[in-house]
């Protein structure tokens, strides 16, 4: 997969995707991320990405043509790229999307930065995703949840170790406890059953203990059964 990303920050990049899971993918070729500074496409002399709104109102807007310039520039070398704007207004990113945009040969990431993204140009990238409902200064670091997100579902991204962790509770969305050793912390002791070497007996406790947590914390989750979080 090939993501490129549009940011007035390039530096950012690759940040936190370069190291562990999704930095091997990219060493080992099966994802490539390169982040392009919106500046480079405009015109002027002093480079500006930003105006003041019409209408006024507090601080700026991205300008149209540097960011359709980008747009249309990789829509012409690829006709079927996926491209996305992070914005605090999209669809909330989920799991779900996650798997959806892991099945793309080509994502395009436009991350907004000041109070928005002039309209028309918003219309002509046409999706727009949010990672939830908080402020953040702007998409890069929605971006980067994204890619992570998505490249860890990529064939071959996760180790069989990981992917085997991922599968045994993919359907439940919610780890059991985790212990290690020793056994005994400060006089708090692992579970007995952990250590009775009785498989079935491991495997109902953790079923039950994840079930637990998924109903006191995600009642959200754990309503529609174990797949409604999709994780
Ligand atoms: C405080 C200003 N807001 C009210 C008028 C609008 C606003 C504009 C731009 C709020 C945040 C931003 C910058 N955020 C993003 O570009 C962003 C974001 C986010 O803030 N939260 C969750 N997901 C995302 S994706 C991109």
């Not at 669809?91 to 109070?115: K, M, T």
């Amino acid at each position: 997969m090939r993501v490129d990303v549009l940011t007035i920050f390039p530096d950012v990049f690759p940040g936190p995707l370069g190291v562990g899971v999704v930095g091997r993918a990219m060493e080992r070729g099966l994802l490539a991320v390169a982040a392009h500074d919106l500046r480079e496409y405009t015109h002027d002399r002093h480079r500006q990405v930003d105006d003041v709104p019409f209408g006024g109102g507090p601080g700026m807007v991205f300008k149209p043509e540097p960011l359709l310039e980008a747009v249309r520039g990789f829509r012409a070398e690829d006709a079927a790229t996926r491209v996305i704007l992070l914005s605090p207004q999209g669809r909330r990113f989920d799991q779900e999307i996650a798997r959806e945009l892991a099945s793309e040969a080509h994502l395009v990431l436009v991350c907004g930065r000041y109070q928005g993204v002039d309209e028309r140009a918003r219309e002509e990238i046409g999706e727009e995703l949010s990672v939830g409902d908080y402020v953040l200064s702007g998409g890069e670091l929605a971006a980067m949840v994204v890619v992570e997100a998505v490249a860890r579902l990529l064939p071959g991204t996760l180790g069989s170790q990981e992917s085997l962790a991922e599968e045994t509770f993919t359907d439940r969305g919610f780890e059991p406890p985790l212990y290690t050793r020793p056994a005994v912390f400060e006089g708090r002791e692992v579970p007995e059953v952990l250590r009775s070497g009785n498989h079935a007996a491991i495997e109902r406790w953790r079923r039950e203990q994840s079930d637990e947590r998924m109903r006191r914390r995600r009642p959200d989750m754990a309503r529609d059964g174990a797949t409604a979080g999709g994780v």
